[in-house]
């Protein structure tokens, strides 16, 4: 069947990763049976961040925060309905998107546009300190498609890129009262995750069946921190300081801090 087929074309592309970037997956597993994020469909009207995270195309990306991005999130929609036609062909009754990527924060207004009744999510973690972590993972994602990655080069675009998307989100949020916003922190996540999701599903006045308990624990149970390896950095390496980061985010972390009840 069509599935089948591409079942095994997305394996053989999971597969040669592994084997081209094995460590890829212990910083950001892949499962080809598994979602992902939606930014990929935003790539497919090549105006994303999807390029600046795979090649050093610095131009390309100032190029791109002077874009409406209208057109592009248009396009995604357009993508998840033909997914949703080919579930209801399949007998599957419309199920709910949770879409996730970082990008969005960076299009707040765009998003809202395109999906008025949208219902906003954000997630919170020590910002400053998982930036090193997030370069890492630039650079090996660079590190398929190029013989030479600069980390310097890698921490200061993506620096300057994140400083510019949560200041984007704290003025969309300080501008759009209107809008429905729930607030998920990491470290409560980890804590307790299912009273985690119980909570976040009763700020979205969604019912928190006893089947959602089962699938969140059982997921867990298969899914253990460090499954594929440890994610090892060093901070020096990125020509950067702990305390320069954490100048440059304080915005964020004075807005993050005021979230919490």
């Known amino acids: 069947t069509i ?6 074309k ?3 592309n999971s597969n040669a990763l592994k084997i081209i970037a094995p460590k890829f997956f212990a910083i950001h597993p892949i499962d080809f049976m598994q979602p992902e994020e939606e930014i ?8 994303s961040q999807v390029p600046e995270a795979l090649y050093d195309v610095k131009t390309y990306g100032h190029w791109a925060e002077q874009q409406d991005h209208t057109f592009s999130y248009e396009y995604m929609k357009k993508m998840l309905q033909l997914l949703q036609w080919q579930d209801k062909i399949k007998g599957i009754s419309s199920r709910r998107w949770i879409l996730k990527t970082p990008q969005h924060l960076e299009h707040m207004d765009t998003l809202l546009r395109v999906f008025p009744d949208a219902e906003l999510v954000f997630t919170h973690r020590e910002l400053p300190k998982i930036i090193p972590s997030f370069a890492s993972l630039v650079g090996h994602g ?4 190029s013989d030479h990655v600069d980390p310097v080069e890698v921490m200061r675009h993506w620096l300057a ?17 209107d809008v429905k916003s729930v607030d998920l922190f990491y470290d409560n996540l980890m804590a307790d995750p299912v009273r985690a999701m119980e909570q976040l599903y009763g700020d979205l ?6 089947v959602i308990q089962d699938r969140i624990i059982a997921w867990l149970n298969h899914n253990a921190q460090h499954k594929y390896g440890r994610h090892l950095y060093n901070l020096k390496d990125f020509g950067v300081t702990q305390a320069e ?3 440059r985010l304080r915005p964020y972390l ?3 801090a005021g979230l919490r009840p």
């Not at 890129?161 to 969309?172: A, G, P």
């Not at 006045?205 to 006893?210: G, P, R, S």
């Open 245 to 247: 980061i954490d100048d």
């Open 142 to 145: 660079r590190g398929v498609f």
């Open 161 to 177: 890129k994140i400083e510019r998307m949560v200041n984007r989100s704290i003025d969309f949020r300080k501008r759009r009262k």
């Open 40 to 47: 990929i469909l935003l790539d497919m009207s090549f105006l």
């Open 3 to 8: 599935v089948q087929r591409r079942a095994k």
């Open 254 to 256: 004075d807005f993050a």
């Open 205 to 210: 006045d969604l019912k928190f069946h006893a």
């Open 10 to 12: 997305t394996r053989t």
